[in-house]
């Protein structure tokens, strides 16, 4: 599909590549059967041996200088060539030198034996009509160079009017080790952008977790109404923080395929209760009138499998999008039974619409359908873009529909998985009461997280042990054989949380004694981070902030 004259060339290169190879492996083996080292030795060996064995022969020239450096030049006549010879019997003339293998193979035999990268051209070829079949060879930087001084000596003409080619072999490794180059510092970028993130990630989420931990345990006191609206505010604030971390986290996670899915059994109900509390946030934060309606299709099972949390933020994302965009009329949201096996979920808005154009580009990351400075709306431009990609993960596909002015629909599918033996929905409700003291050891060595979380077990009637790094802890946790469950930050001073597991394990191998379980209850939430700590062997991971009701049910779960 290239022509003629391309496909011959790429068919030269190929020949040349493989022959240069075969002379290299040769004279590897022929070197360590000879007991040969110097280079000159080397070299000879391979024209006297052929000679010998009467396959060939090579008449290397008094003019050439073979020094083991960039200075290296080798002229020959190959008499016996049996590329020319089959144009010879068949009594056929090429336009071009064709003794492509033998420049190859000879080639690759030096190269062998002075250990540098060279290269062997044709000048002169008896199927061609000349007297002899005469090659140079030299590194291949310095071939041009010896190319030109040898038709200038012999006749400037003969250059212009006889083809040769240069093996591009070199060009292209050269092409290679730039591409190999440029993917380490590509990986080596990668690598350090998601070391800044997950240090950002942990220096930020560290504090964070501390703000809306302890602003939830004073909720729950009795408070003024005043206060209590006060607190809801910083909550909510808090909580839109970490929403806009998690946002760029997982996006760091889905690019890299390494967003893990995790089916449960859920309820359509309570994923709407939970979209409408928030929406009604919103909208209260907005002093909007919007009015919102929901409906979930009555044929849907009251439970169904899927990723709730992932589901939740992909709802989160399209309510929030419709109350950012719409200032009077009508949000709906809903799920109907599309098809026997599929879902269509759907948040339909009487706001300002997007432009046609737009609706694939705020798909985008970072897109926006007004992505001016001065526009009036805010946002990260991330919302749809994950959003996308969770439907995707999840098996569906997401679309909208939307006229300048009239408002905006989207719809995604996702597969219906209906779980008809589901007795315990996951709701918000969490029991947490204990019915005796489960004694926990809890290891943090950030003093105001480790308060936060000692004052929540505590609250519920669990006995914790503190622990402040991780040696602390192993020596804790071999010295109250009483402790049921571990608690334990990742990222600690004197000794880290996969070690001090690493520990403990051993222990009660050593001792003999039940594995019991561990969470871990960290700030890091990059991509790989909870596969990691399953498979260094912790039972649980728990990313901050956390929800108090989380921790307390995944505990639960864990020693019930």
């Known amino acids: 599909d290239r022509g003629d004259k391309q496909a011959l060339s790429i068919g030269k290169n190929f020949l040349f590549d493989i022959s240069r190879v075969i002379g290299m492996n040769d004279a590897k083996n022929f070197h360590h059967k000879m007991k040969l080292s110097n280079p000159i030795e080397k070299l000879s060996a391979g024209p006297v041996h052929f000679a010998y064995s009467g396959w060939a022969f090579v008449d290397i020239l008094p003019e050439s200088s073979p020094s083991p450096d960039e200075n290296y030049f080798l002229t020959y006549h190959h008499?016996?060539?049996?590329?020319?010879?089959?144009?010879?019997?068949?009594?056929k003339k090429s336009e071009t030198p064709v003794c492509i293998m033998n420049s190859g193979y000879s080639s690759g035999w030096c190269e062998e034996s002075f250990g540098i990268e060279l290269t062997a051209v044709e000048v002169t070829c008896k199927a061609c009509g000349d007297e002899n079949c005469t090659f140079i060879m030299a590194p291949p930087h310095k071939i041009n160079e010896h190319l030109d001084k040898y038709f200038s000596k012999k006749n400037i003409a003969y250059k212009k009017t006889t083809a040769y080619d240069?093996?591009?072999?070199?060009?292209?490794?050269?092409?290679?080790?730039?591409?190999?180059?440029?993917?380490?510092?590509?990986?080596?970028?990668d690598r350090a952008k998601?070391?800044?993130?997950?240090?950002?990630?942990?220096?930020?989420?560290?504090?964070?977790?501390?703000?809306?931990?302890?602003?939830?345990?004073?909720?729950?006191?009795?408070?003024?109404?005043?206060?209590?609206?006060?607190?809801?505010?910083?909550?909510?604030?808090?909580?839109?923080?970490?929403?806009v971390i998690n946002d760029i986290l997982d996006l760091s996670k889905i690019e890299a395929g390494q967003l893990v899915i995790d089916k449960i059994s859920y309820s359509p109900r309570h994923l709407f209760d939970y979209t409408e509390d928030t929406a009604k946030a919103l909208l209260m934060?907005?002093?909007?009138?919007?009015?919102?309606?929901?409906?979930?299709?009555?044929?849907?099972?009251?439970?169904?499998?899927?990723?709730?949390?992932?589901l939740q933020q992909i709802m989160y994302n399209l309510i929030s999008n419709a109350i950012k965009f719409t200032e009077k009329g009508s949000i709906e949201f809903g799920v109907k039974l599309a098809e026997k096996d599929t879902l269509e979920f759907y948040v339909k808005d009487t706001g300002i619409g997007i432009p046609k154009a737009k609706h694939e580009a705020i798909f985008e990351k970072f897109g926006q359908a007004d992505a001016s400075t001065t526009r009036k709306y805010g946002g990260s431009g991330l919302g749809l873009t994950i959003s996308?990609?969770?439907?995707?993960?999840?098996?569906?596909?997401?679309?909208?529909?939307s006229n300048e002015g009239k408002g905006t629909a989207f719809y995604f599918t996702l597969p219906y998985i209906p779980d008809a033996e589901a007795s315990n929905i996951h709701n918000s409700s969490t029991e947490t009461s204990a019915t005796?003291?489960?004694?926990?050891?809890?290891?943090?060595?950030?003093?105001?997280?480790?308060?936060?979380?000692?004052?929540?077990l505590e609250k519920y009637d669990y006995k914790v042990i503190p622990a402040k790094n991780g040696k602390e802890a192993v020596?804790?946790?071999?010295?109250?054989?009483?402790?049921?469950?571990?608690?334990?930050d990742l990222q600690m001073p004197i000794m880290d949380g996969l070690t001090a597991l690493g520990h403990m394990r051993e222990y009660e191998i050593k001792t003999k004694t039940a594995a019991k379980p561990f969470i871990a209850l960290t700030a890091h939430a990059m991509k790989g981070d909870m596969e990691r700590c399953l498979e260094a062997g912790f039972n649980q991971y728990v990313s901050k902030p956390f929800a108090i009701e989380h921790l307390l049910k995944t505990i639960k779960d864990l020693i019930a």
């Open 79 to 91: 008499p016996f060539s049996f590329e020319a010879d089959s144009w010879i019997r068949a009594g």
């Open 166 to 189: 240069v093996p591009t072999f070199f060009e292209r490794k050269k092409v290679e080790e730039e591409m190999e180059k440029s993917k380490r510092k590509a990986e080596e970028s």
């Open 194 to 243: 998601s070391d800044f993130l997950a240090n950002m990630s942990h220096e930020i989420r560290t504090p964070l977790n501390a703000i809306i931990g302890y602003v939830d345990l004073i909720l729950q006191d009795n408070i003024s109404a005043e206060h209590k609206d006060y607190l809801l505010t910083v909550k909510e604030s808090g909580q839109l923080l970490q929403r």
């Open 285 to 310: 934060q907005k002093n909007s009138k919007v009015k919102l309606i929901r409906y979930i299709d009555p044929r849907i099972s009251p439970a169904i499998v899927t990723d709730s949390v992932k």
């Open 388 to 401: 996308r990609k969770l439907v995707e993960l999840l098996g569906g596909k997401i679309s909208l529909q």
């Open 436 to 456: 005796s003291k489960k004694v926990i050891l809890l290891v943090e060595d950030n003093l105001i997280n480790l308060k936060l979380t000692l004052k929540v």
């Open 475 to 488: 020596d804790l946790f071999m010295a109250h054989p009483e402790i049921e469950l571990v608690v334990m």
